[in-house]
């Protein structure tokens, strides 16, 4: 009798592996409105993509692609070059064979600096050509018609700030030849795996401006449009916390890193090894809005694995940090899990129940 029941507890429960509603897919549709079942589908893809596009294209603030390089003032901390052809004793007087450096004259931190004949001199503030001017007026009291040119050696006095997943972090200078972001980064380098380029922090003036610089776009990409201007602070923050989770029927369930904004599902599957070949062949599932926030419903987008034209909208369809991906396993993968784990049970059963037998018949 007790085998016989036994027996009627996994036909009952082998039911339930097959009944509606035993699936995810079940699951959410049962779940009281808790989460909203979205399909992926051409009209959803096509629908964010052109919200994708929108917002690329908003994306740069006005503020930064109206500003202009102005030319370079010089300011405390540069190394002018002072050359007065026909003059090298005022060129170079510590001598030509010395390096140009040596024969530089650093602004002072109040602004001026000292050359022969023309005395203390203010120059923080003027342009490289006014403090050319500056100096020629100067020496025409004791040179006739005298022949000048100034140039920096060493800027100091103006910088821009990169921080962040950069392979050289630290302050650039400014320079008289305007300095766009992209040249910017560029000379600091990408710490490649693990930087987010998708969230760029540009901070001017006290503002912060968020961009997302892994929107490639030929010679109007964001980078190559804006320049920077002294005080700038340029943020490249690390991707550690910008990870999608692969789990359920893949080869290697992970959590995957953004290195940009774009990341599809189909991309997400691939690192993680693939759909398993032999256990998966159900539904692919994109869980989105998991928070703390009780008030806030997740969504859920689903898309049927067993359709191989499925893998033509999930290489359209971008997952976003946060996300979970699931893929969901078989049928039968599910049937045979379920008999792995009830079959150890029905043993102990039948065995238990034959010692019983064999007890109360020996008595």
Known sequence: MRIAACTAIVASLAGCVWAPGQSMSGTV?????????????????????????????????????DYQPQPYRIG???????????????TSPAGSQQQTEANGRLVRPDGTLFYPYVGVLKVSGLTIEEARQAIASGLAHWIRNPQVDVSVVN???????????????GPQPITAVPLTLGQAIGVAGIDVQNANLSGVILTRDGQDYHLDLSAIDGNAAPAKRIYLKAGDRVLLPFNDRQEV????????????????????????????????????????YVVRGMTNNPSQRPTVYELDAKSPAAFALADDFRVKPGDVVFASAAGITRWNRFLSQLLPLTSALSAAASSQYYINNTK
């Open 76 to 90: 405390p901390g540069d190394t002018l070059y002072i050359t007065v052809w026909d003059h090298p004793e005022l």
């Open 29 to 65: 549709r049962s779940s009281n409105g808790y989460v909203q079942l979205v399909p992926i589908t051409p009209q959803l893809v096509a629908s964010e993509q052109n919200a994708a596009a929108a917002a690329a294209g908003a994306a740069i603030p006005a503020a930064l692609l």
């Open 245 to 284: 989770y692969v789990m359920g029927e893949v080869v290697r369930p992970a959590a995957l890193r953004f290195k940009t904004a774009d990341l599809t599902l189909t991309q997400a599957l691939g690192q993680a090894g693939g759909l398993n070949e032999v256990t998966s062949k159900g539904m692919i």
């Open 155 to 169: 800027y100091a006095s103006q910088y821009v700030l990169l921080e962040g997943a950069f392979v050289k972090a």
